[in-house]
């Protein structure tokens, strides 16, 4: 069963900096497409940040441009978000996804990406 689990989302402060994990279980992320998205209540569900197959593409929402870092580690089959600079417009529900997809292409498309994990919150606040 192809699983995706998040972590590492909390309560920060405006400015402050978080580090979200997705690990996946059941198959091996450096074969996948892997984005970010993130839904506020009464939004939609946006793309964040992606990094492609091999690691060299990566993108990002400009909203979030200069401030967030995606990553990933294959010997731990996780892939990281770091989130630098939070704001409070950057609460939201934050989901790691992944397709299969050519081995340099990024793509944040939410309606593409075939497995999903639970979300983990992230609200910043003072």
């Known amino acids: 069963q192809l699983q995706l689990v998040e972590s590492g989302g909390g309560l920060v402060q405006p400015g402050g900096s978080l580090r979200l994990s997705c690990t996946a279980s059941?198959?091996?992320?450096?074969?996948?497409?892997i984005a970010w998205f993130r839904q506020a209540p009464g939004k939609e569900r946006e793309g964040v940040s992606c990094?492609?197959?091999?690691?060299?593409?990566?993108a990002y929402a400009d909203s979030v441009k200069g401030r967030f870092t995606i990553s990933g580690d294959n010997a731990k089959n996780t892939v990281y978000l770091q989130m630098n600079s939070l704001k409070p417009e950057d609460t939201a529900v934050y989901y790691c996804?992944?397709?299969?997809?050519?081995?340099?292409?990024?793509?944040?498309?939410?309606?593409?990406?075939?497995?999903w994990g639970q979300g983990t919150q992230v609200t910043v606040s003072s």
């Open positions: 990094i492609s197959r091999s690691g060299i593409s990566t």
């Open positions: 059941g198959f091996t992320l450096a074969y996948y497409t």
């Open positions: 996804a992944a397709r299969t997809t050519a081995v340099h292409l990024c793509t944040m498309n939410p309606s593409t990406f075939s497995v």
